[in-house]
C-alpha cells in the first residue's frame, strides 16, 4: 500500500537543506527563505518580517539553523511561530502543506 500523499505539482515542496541552502520544487535557493505552498520568498532572517504573513496563515515555523535556539518574547515581537531547528522546520512544513494547511517555513541555512 502506497502511503505516499498526492501533492499538487504547483506546491512548493522542500526537497533538501544544507549549508549551501535549499532545494525548493527543483530550483536551488542559497539563502534564507520563507516558504509558502504557492510560492518562495528571499528573506533577510529578520523576524519581524514575519509579521505580514501571520493573519493569513495557521502557523509559521521558524527553522533557527543547525540547532534549536529558543527565542525571547521579545525577538517574537508577539509572533505566534512554532521554533525548531531547521531540518524539523522543513520536514514539519512538507507534512503540514501536504495536509493542506496554511502554513510557511521561515528558514535560516543551516
Known amino acids: 500500500m502506497d502511503l505516499t500523499p498526492l501533492i499538487s505539482s504547483d506546491r512548493m515542496v522542500i526537497q533538501s537543506y544544507g549549508a549551501d541552502g535549499f532545494k525548493i520544487s527543483g530550483q536551488h535557493y542559497s539563502g534564507h527563505v520563507i516558504v509558502f505552498p504557492d510560492h518562495v520568498e528571499n528573506w533577510s532572517g529578520?523576524?519581524?518580517?514575519?509579521?505580514a504573513y501571520q493573519k493569513d496563515l495557521d502557523v509559521i515555523l521558524y527553522g533557527s539553523g543547525k540547532v534549536l535556539r529558543q527565542l525571547m518574547p521579545a525577538q517574537k515581537q508577539g509572533l505566534h511561530l512554532d521554533v525548531m531547528d531547521t531540518g524539523a522546520a522543513c520536514r514539519t512544513y512538507n507534512v503540514l502543506?501536504?495536509?493542506?494547511?496554511?502554513?510557511?517555513?521561515?528558514?535560516?541555512?543551516?
Not at 97 to 102: I, L, Q
Request: hydrophobic content about 55%.
Open 46 to 51: 529578520e523576524i519581524g518580517d514575519l509579521a
Open 97 to 110: 502543506m501536504a495536509e493542506g494547511r496554511r502554513v510557511a517555513a521561515a528558514l535560516l541555512k543551516p
